[in-house]
């Protein structure tokens, strides 16, 4: 989403030669630090709008850095975000899994990546606190010196190096000891995707890591699991009739790039995305199942499934 408006305006605060040239050299930073803290892409787009006013509206005379005071205002207006967020996630219908980024294999790349940030990733960040989260993010993925972390969150430098080090033990502890290439992921997928849809419980058995875990985020608006749930034998039975309705509504599946790993779009006859998701595994095995079926979170992919730019995978005809 391109939000500083092309109006010609000169940015004469800071001697560049334009206001909205600067903007957009780091819009998208500002959208993946935005986004890798709130796991929403119409709220991080929000973000980058709330940025570009304030960068317009605020006296640029004596900013030397353009780069760390758009990343601190977008930082600021994200964490305010994410802290009223919190509450209401409380009350949220079952799990909440991050709004995920999909983008075609075939259709030329529409919305913005936050490549560095895996979409299991995004989940163990949500269990962070919303400042830990943010250094954790400015530090580990964007390389952030403490020093400019610390006036981005309003923290002493010494307390953003002890709450840098707290975060990254956290993610540590919880995040896949082993992410498997793309074409293994691939494969591992395709044949998940053939067991679903056959309601194969053996096939899926065969699979699943005992520990396995599904999560499906409908909130409230779309049939799913209010809860998690655990271990080969349930995850197997109930992604077997999770397959079986799919098969009956006569949904289809096309390859999709889930925040840059391999993972799978739903839609209807009309077009309609209806759920997305993707596969963890670890050694062979997969361990986890996220799938995204609130339409809120979906609205944003409906033209990248546009009939014409559908490549379905295989098992769902």
Known sequence: MNTAPRDGRQDEGIGCPDATEVFERYRRLLFSVAYDLLGSVADAEDCVQEAWIRWTRDDRSDITDPKSYLVRIATNVS???????????????????????VTMPDVAEEVETADAVSYAMLVVLETLKPVERAVFVLREVFGMPHTEIAEAVG???????????????????????????????????????????????????????????????????????????FGVDKCARFLAGIGAGFQRKSWL??????NSAPGVVLYDADGTVRAAGLVEAVDGSITQVLLVRNPDKLAHLSELAAPEKKREAPGHQ
């Open 155 to 229: 923290r002493s430098e010494v307390a953003v190096r002890q709450l840098a080090h707290r975060a990254r033990e956290h993610v540590h502890a919880r995040q896949p000891r082993y992410t498997p290439d793309p074409d293994e992921r691939r494969r591992l997928t395709e044949r998940f995707l053939a067991a679903c849809a056959e309601g194969d419980v053996a096939g899926l058995k065969d699979l699943l890591a005992e520990d396995a875990t599904v999560v499906t985020d409908g909130g409230g608006k779309a049939r799913s699991a209010l809860r998690p749930v």
């Open 79 to 101: 964490l305010n975000r994410l802290r009223a967020a919190r509450g209401r996630r409380e009350s949220y219908v079952g799990p909440w899994l991050p709004e995920p980024l």
């Open 253 to 258: 599946v096309a390859w999709a790039e889930v």
